[in-house]
């Protein structure tokens, strides 16, 4: 059965996402357990493929038998089976998380929710996990067309969010293909690490074709992860979406587009083309220091609390994708760490204004006043996460920032260092903000919110499933601080192959 991990990581969720279509509208209250048992065989799958690779080394499975160039290879080494961790475990703490809330937001359509929520969970470990291109471009059409239907699920703003998100989202998807297709025009494969062996081959470091698809791909996957300033389809997305819905997104698409980013520059085209040929380095992290200070000051500004963590998300992929060209070992380390950590604490965050809504039915950031009398657990479970945001050890964001800083003093870039802490510092600001209003209440305004009063005094603490996620979540974003040697171990034995620049 391990030999299979692999192919079941996302197999299991996938076959389950048939069952619960086929059977969920006559039984309806099985959906939420069938989605369960598959994606806890999702994680367990997931940590076995890496205990197999940190084993035996990178693991070649061809779907069908078929190798390739005729078949889809999964190739996993052990960045993408850290990747798929994270996104499996993310899923299935969201889905704990979820079970009131569905039964709440879309009373009517919970089957058709876990079958889109297992179908998106399909596409984007699909993602991490296949090795060829265009296969990947199938996998990100299907999480996708089910992300836009998850978002068109909420309220009746989050249609038109959704339809921006399409649009935009369909044109990100488009320059991908594109660029794929002039890889495949000049190479003959769509293997993703049979291509980068032919652009040596065959002395293609200079061809314009295999410029014009880095470029097409890189701007596609700029769009797709928000990259500032192609981030306008986010924020209305994410904050408008059901919060079941906003919880799983918000955590995982945008992490999961800069792994493919890291990967197309890893494994397809290839450090020494990227880095050294093309040689934008310095363009690539002063756009990501732009989009840094821009979506913080953004996030600064805002008074709905989910729009205000979309903001911060935006500015987190500026954080990885400056630590990726910054052309070195630590800067590379720092965002792999990274994209794991941001999906814990971004998680964690969304959680928290997930059941803060739930309890208010407000938006705004002022609906936790005095939370911490009636929430305290909720409240130190959010706590965490946002200190994890901010970069406090001993939680899992110091450290992966801590990665991202040494990268950046390492290649000279101090404006990147400089972004990233002024960034850290209004995370500050911002979540202290939050936490002084649940701790000592605010001041109230003559004239307005008495009618608040009654709904608060009714407050109590979180259903036990929303605890459990939050406070799992919290935990493990922890562990990931505390175990921070082994991960970065991890991360910095497979990025060896690749000859980084180290020190100074």
């Known amino acids: 059965m391990t030999?299979?991990?692999?192919?079941?990581?996302?197999l299991i969720p996938f076959l389950t996402s048939i069952l619960v279509a086929m059977i969920g509208i006559a039984y309806r209250g099985i959906c939420w357990y069938l989605a369960l048992i598959s994606l806890a065989g999702s994680v367990c799958a997931s940590f076995t493929t890496l205990i197999r690779v940190l084993d035996e080394g990178v693991i070649r499975y061809h779907m069908g038998g078929w190798a390739p160039p005729f078949g889809i290879e999964f190739r996993v080494d052990a960045l993408n089976a850290l990747v798929s961790i994270a996104v499996s475990v993310v899923a299935f703490i969201t889905l704990v998380y979820s079970k009131e809330r569905v039964e709440t937001e879309s009373p009517n359509k919970v089957s058709q929710y876990y079958t889109?929520?297992?179908?998106?969970?399909?596409?984007?470990?699909?993602?991490?996990?296949?090795?060829?291109?265009?296969?990947?471009?199938?996998?990100?059409?299907?999480?996708?067309?089910?992300?836009?239907?998850?978002?068109?699920?909420?309220?009746?703003?989050?249609?038109?969010?959704?339809?921006?998100?399409?649009?935009?989202g369909t044109i990100g998807a488009s320059f991908y293909l594109l660029g794929v297709g002039y890889l495949y025009i000049k190479t003959g494969s769509l293997n993703m690490f049979d291509i980068q062996e032919q652009i040596v081959a065959n002395d293609?470091?200079?061809?314009?074709t295999i410029l014009v698809a880095f470029i097409l791909i890189t701007v596609g996957l700029w769009i797709k992860m928000a990259f500032f300033p192609l981030h306008a389809w986010l924020p209305n997305s994410y904050?408008?979406?059901?919060?079941?819905?906003?919880?799983?997104?918000?955590?995982?698409?945008?992490?999961?587009m800069i792994y493919v980013m890291v990967r197309m520059v890893l494994t397809v085209f290839g450090p020494v083309y990227t880095f050294e040929v093309l040689n934008w380095n310095?363009?690539?992290?002063?756009?990501?220091?732009?989009?840094?200070?821009?979506?913080?000051?953004?996030?600064?500004?805002?008074?709905?609390?989910?729009?205000?963590l979309t903001f911060l998300i935006i500015a987190e992929v500026g954080y990885m994708v400056g630590g990726t060209w910054l052309a070195n070992e630590a800067g590379m380390t720092g965002t792999i760490y990274h994209i794991i950590s941001d999906a814990f604490m971004t998680l964690c965050v969304f959680l928290f204004a997930g059941i803060i809504f739930a309890k208010t039915n407000r938006r705004d950031i002022n609906a936790v006043d005095g939370m911490f009398k009636k929430m305290p657990m909720t409240m130190i479970g959010f706590i965490v996460g946002a200190f994890s945001l901010i970069g406090i050890p001993p939680t899992a964001g110091f450290f992966s920032k801590w990665y991202l800083i040494q990268g950046g003093i390492e290649s000279g870039n101090w404006e990147y260092v400089v972004a990233l802490l002024?960034?850290?510092?209004?995370?500050?600001?911002?979540?202290?903000?939050?936490?002084?209003?649940?701790f000592f209440g605010r001041k109230p305004v003559e004239g307005h919110d008495h009618h608040h009063g009654d709904v608060h005094s009714k407050i109590c603490e979180a259903p036990a499933s929303q605890l459990i996620s939050l406070w799992g979540t919290a935990a493990i974003l922890l562990l990931i601080g505390l175990y921070n040697k082994d991960i970065a171990g991890i991360i910095q034995d497979f990025l060896l192959q690749f000859n980084l620049a180290t020190g100074g």
């Open 422 to 438: 002024i960034s850290s510092l209004i995370n500050a600001v911002l979540f202290f903000r939050i936490i002084e209003i649940a």
């Open 282 to 308: 310095e363009i690539v992290v002063w756009l990501s220091v732009i989009s840094i200070l821009a979506s913080s000051i953004g996030a600064l500004a805002q008074t709905d609390l989910r729009k205000m």
């Open 239 to 256: 904050a408008f979406a059901p919060t079941t819905s906003s919880s799983i997104m918000g955590p995982l698409v945008t992490k999961v």
């Open 204 to 208: 293609l470091q200079q061809s314009p």
């Open 116 to 168: 889109l929520f297992l179908l998106l969970i399909t596409g984007l470990l699909g993602i991490v996990l296949t090795g060829d291109a265009f296969n990947l471009y199938v996998l990100l059409e299907v999480s996708a067309l089910t992300s836009y239907a998850l978002i068109a699920m909420g309220p009746k703003r989050a249609t038109l969010a959704a339809f921006k998100y399409l649009i935009m």
């Open 3 to 10: 030999e299979q991990a692999p192919a079941l990581i996302l």
